[in-house]
C-alpha cells in the first residue's frame, strides 16, 4: 500500500526522479547509469504503476504530489533536486509550488499541464497495449523519428503490464489525465512564482505534448530544445538528459 522507490548513489541532497505515465523507475534506468555513483537517487513508481500499483485513490497528479512529498518527508530529506517526466512533471511542478523552498532545484522533461493540449488517443493505446509489439509501436510514435527504441524499455512496460490489474489502473488514470480530449493545466501565475531554478526540457518531435507548449514560459526559466528527439527523452537521450541533470544538481 506504499510507494515503490530505488534508491541509489552517495550521500547528500538527493535527485528525486518521477516518470511519465504508464512507466515506473525503470524510464530512468540509462539516465542513472550516465549520472554515475556519486548522485544520490530516488527514483519512485508513481501511485499506480509498477511496485506502487495499490497505492490509495491513485490517478491524480495531486495525489501523488502529496505522496512523495510525505515520503520524502519521512525519509528525513528536508532539501532536494527534483525531476519529472510527462505525467511526472506535473507531479514535481505540484510538489515545487507548495514547498519551494524545499526543492533546490527542478528540471521538466516535456512536463504535463503546460497546455491543455494533448494526444489521448496515443496515451489511451499506450494504456491498453498488451503485447510487447503494441507497446513498441506506441512508444515508436512517442519517439523521434531516428531514435531505435531500446529492447529494455519494451521489456521493462510488459513486465509492468504484467502486474494484475495493472492494465485497468492504466485506463482509469488515463481516463483522468485526458479522457475529455484534453488536460488540465498548472496555473500560469504559480509557474511564474517559483523562485528556484527551473530548467524545461521538450523534443520537437514530441507527438503527445506539443513542443509549442514551452514557448511562452516564465522569463526565468531555462528552456533546452531537442529538435531530433520526441516525447520519450529520457529513453531517447539518457546521456543528454543526464548531464542537464548533471549541472542543475552541481550548480545549485
Not at 501511485?47 to 490509495?56: A, N, T, V
Request: glycine share 12%; net charge negative; with cysteine.
Amino acid at each position: 500500500m506504499g510507494l515503490a522507490v530505488r534508491e541509489t548513489g552517495g550521500e547528500g541532497e538527493p535527485l528525486v526522479l518521477l516518470h511519465g505515465f504508464g512507466g515506473t523507475h525503470r524510464a530512468w534506468n540509462q539516465v542513472v547509469a550516465a549520472l554515475g555513483q556519486g548522485t544520490r537517487v530516488l527514483a519512485y513508481d508513481l501511485p499506480g504503476h509498477g511496485g506502487s500499483l495499490d497505492f490509495p485513490d491513485a490517478g491524480p497528479a495531486p495525489v501523488a504530489a502529496r505522496a512523495i512529498a510525505a515520503d520524502l518527508q519521512a525519509r528525513g530529506c528536508g532539501r532536494f533536486h527534483l525531476a519529472g517526466h510527462s505525467f511526472g512533471g506535473a507531479v514535481a511542478t505540484l510538489i515545487a509550488m507548495r514547498a519551494p523552498g524545499q526543492v533546490a532545484s527542478l528540471t521538466l522533461f516535456a512536463p504535463g499541464g503546460f497546455g491543455p493540449e494533448i494526444n489521448a488517443p496515443l496515451l489511451k493505446s499506450y494504456a491498453e497495449a498488451r503485447s510487447a509489439e503494441e507497446v513498441e509501436a506506441c512508444l515508436a510514435m512517442m519517439s523521434g523519428p531516428d531514435c531505435a527504441i531500446p529492447s529494455d524499455v519494451v521489456e521493462a512496460a510488459m513486465t509492468m503490464r504484467a502486474l494484475p490489474d495493472q492494465i485497468s489502473m492504466l485506463r482509469r488514470i488515463w481516463q483522468m489525465i485526458a479522457g475529455e480530449g484534453s488536460q488540465g493545466t498548472l496555473p500560469r501565475d504559480g509557474l511564474a512564482g517559483l523562485d528556484l531554478p527551473v530548467r524545461v526540457v521538450w523534443g520537437g518531435f514530441d507527438a503527445v505534448l506539443p513542443a509549442r507548449q514551452s514557448d511562452d514560459l516564465p522569463p526565468l526559466f531555462a528552456r533546452h530544445f531537442f529538435p531530433g528527439l520526441g516525447h520519450m527523452l529520457p529513453e531517447e537521450a539518457p546521456a543528454d538528459m543526464a548531464r542537464i541533470l548533471q549541472f542543475a544538481v552541481c550548480r545549485n
